[in-house]
T-cell receptor
């Protein structure tokens, strides 16, 4: 497809379980972003990549959160030992160039920790 | 850190009327201000942006106004349609980085 693809769309995890969320950006887009969106709130920045380099991870809430983009294309957001407060929609976005105001978002992965 | 907030959480307008959605920001050092639209169950969708050295920009049925003096951003939607019903977020890109910072959002409901 032509858009940003995220999988899975929905994930239910037991507390303490590790999860991995996948993002396929638009081909050729160098910037990739991860956001966390709680119900009724705006997206909160987690981290971003320029190609394979993770340039800013200041938004990751704890060291249980880890993101990678090893070949500068697909990215994975991993959450270890999930907790209830991790329940949210995780959004991935990509943009063509650094500093571009137009980012293309995927539909998100809704994570529910029970 | 940056702070982008909205004046009103909800807005209802009659179909065909014009809509105005407002946003206040606190970080003066931003390159871009952007409006995104998010429909239920979908990711945010880019609407329009404005550079910090501009005060007005027009798109198709939308106009964004930037008042740097009072740190205020607004989105005007002309002839609002039912398909415009969504949550609207303002966002900014600081001149020190590449990431977007979003506000809480305004829920727009268009009444047929």
């Amino acid at each position: 497809g032509a858009g940003v693809s995220q999988s899975p769309r929905y994930k239910v995890a037991k507390r303490g379980q590790d999860v991995a969320l996948r993002c396929d950006p638009i081909s050729g887009h160098v910037s990739l972003f991860w956001y966390q969106q709680a119900l009724g709130q705006g997206p909160e920045f987690l981290t971003y990549f320029q190609n394979e380099a993770q340039l800013d991870k200041s938004g990751l809430p704890s060291d249980r959160f880890f993101a990678e983009r090893p070949e500068g294309s697909v990215s994975t957001l991993k959450i270890q030992r999930t907790q209830q407060e991790d329940s949210a929609v995780y959004l991935c976005a990509s943009s063509l160039a650094w500093g571009s105001p137009e980012a293309f978002f995927g539909q998100g992965t809704r994570l529910t920790v029970v | 850190g940056e702070s982008v907030g909205l004046h009103l959480p909800t807005l209802s307008v009659q179909e065909g009327d014009n809509s105005i959605i407002n946003c206040a920001y606190s970080n003066s050092a931003s390159d871009y201000f952007i409006w995104y639209k998010q429909e239920s169950g979908k990711g945010p969708q880019f609407i329009i942006d404005i550079r910090s050295n501009m005060d007005k920009r027009q798109g198709q049925r939308v106009t964004v106004l930037l008042n740097k003096t009072v740190k205020h951003l607004s989105l005007q939607i002309a002839a609002t349609q039912p398909g415009d019903s969504a949550v609207y977020f303002c966002a900014e890109i600081p001149n020190t980085g590449n990431q977007f910072y979003f506000g809480t959002g305004t829920s727009l409901t268009v009444i047929p």
